[in-house]
Each structure stands twice: as structure tokens, then as C-alpha cells.
Nanobody, 121 residues
Framework: VQLQASGGGLVQPGGSLRLSCAASGSASNNWHMGWFRQAPGKEREFVGRITYTGGTTDYADSVKGRFTLSRENAKNTVYLQMSSLKAEDTAVYYC???????????????WGQGTLVTVSS
């Protein structure tokens, strides 16, 4: 499985942005997927995860109610819709995947390249 993240950019506080993560390779539709982020000078942290069916999601408390995960299996793509963005959401965002629900949060098997999100006026 290979992952390609896109959609980052500059957005004003309170604004919205949607990140995409396209998966390719055999069995990519059967893998759970997640997003992580790493702010300057900080460790990488979990943002959210979604099952391969799209039926279950899980979010970090810091983004709950503001970020929404969805997936379109026909396109092998997962989306992270980010709303009410804050300066502290500024980070490089990484998508990740794993065949296990637990692993996609604790130790993903595959990582995509990062995409930078900057929240600033």
C-alpha cells in the first residue's frame, strides 16, 4: 500500500480546509487509515482514524467536533475535513494506514508524505 497526501495550504483562523489521502496497491481498500500531525518543535501526534468500511471513526480530543473523516472506497481516498481551524492546528499532516484498527493509531504500517497546513491571519 502506498499513500499520497494532498490539500494542505494557508488558511485563516476559523477557516476550513480538506486534506485528501489517496491509497494505491493491492488490499488498500481493506486497510484502516488515519491522520497524524507534527507541529514545529513537537512530537507527531494522532489526529483521527477511520475503518476500512468508513463506518467507525475516532478522533483526538483536540480536534473532536471540528475535524471529520470520511472515505470514498471507489477512489481509494480518505478525506480529513478540518473546520474552525486554530493557529495551534498548524502542522505537517501525515496520513497512515494499517490492516489492524489498533495499529493504525499506535503504530501504522505505512505512511504517506506530509502536507503542510498553516493557520494564520
Amino acid at each position: 500500500v502506498q499513500l499520497q497526501a494532498s490539500g494542505g495550504g494557508l488558511v485563516q483562523p476559523g477557516g476550513s480546509l480538506r486534506l485528501s489521502c489517496a491509497a494505491s496497491g493491492s488490499a488498500s481498500n481493506n486497510w484502516h487509515m488515519g491522520w497524524f500531525r507534527q507541529a514545529p518543535g513537537k512530537e507527531r501526534e494522532f489526529v483521527g482514524r477511520i475503518t476500512y468500511t468508513g463506518g467507525t471513526t475516532d478522533y483526538a480530543d483536540s480536534v473532536k467536533g471540528r475535524f471529520t473523516l470520511s472515505r470514498e472506497n471507489a477512489k481509494n481516498t480518505v478525506y480529513l475535513q478540518m473546520s474552525s481551524l486554530k493557529a495551534e492546528d498548524t502542522a505537517v499532516y501525515y496520513c497512515a494506514a494499517a490492516p489492524s484498527w489498533a495499529l493504525v493509531r499506535s503504530r501504522p504500517t505505512v505512511w504517506g508524505q506530509g502536507t503542510l497546513v498553516t493557520v494564520s491571519s
